[in-house]
């Protein structure tokens, strides 16, 4: 039995994003968008939660991301949900849970850097991230 991995999030970047490249030149973007949740608790005080989460993009979508995304940008992001797991340099295992983006759109005008970005209304051209397996040499 199959089951489904699908994570749809709206958040704005908490940092630039950064890109580096695969030995094998395939470019992986990471950054972090954070998400907030807003309720009134029973004795009537506003409370606010916000949950960050890592994203990893590759390909042609990683290098857009690269180019056009800044902190504080509101973004669209579409993937599935990944853990890894590596040894660190003192030898204890460590774990990381991310989001692997197969769309982002980018929802509102950014910084300088921003400008000729697609919009909303101008979605990122289709392109599906590439099927990364685990002995790929991830740079981070």
Same mark, same amino acid.
């Given at each position: 039995m199959s089951g489904v991995n699908k994570v749809i999030l709206v958040g704005r970047l908490g940092a630039d994003p950064e890109i580096r490249y695969t030995q094998q030149g395939v470019a992986?973007?990471?950054f972090n968008i954070a998400t907030s949740e807003n309720w009134v608790d029973?004795?009537?005080q506003k409370q606010e939660r916000?949950?960050?989460h890592r994203i990893v993009?590759?390909?042609k979508?990683?290098?857009l991301c690269s180019q056009y995304l800044t902190k504080g940008r509101q973004v669209f992001v *579409?993937?599935?949900l990944q853990t890894r797991?590596?040894?660190d340099k003192e030898g204890h295992k460590r774990f990381t849970t991310e989001v692997v983006a197969a769309t982002v759109q980018f929802l509102d005008k950014g910084g300088d850097k921003s400008a000729g970005a697609p919009m909303m209304d *101008?979605?990122?051209p289709e392109i599906s991230a590439p099927d990364v397996s685990a002995d790929e040499d991830i740079p981070f």
């Open positions: 992986v973007t990471n029973k004795s009537g916000t949950e960050w993009v590759w390909g979508i990683a290098e *579409e993937g599935r797991q590596w040894e *101008e979605p990122l």
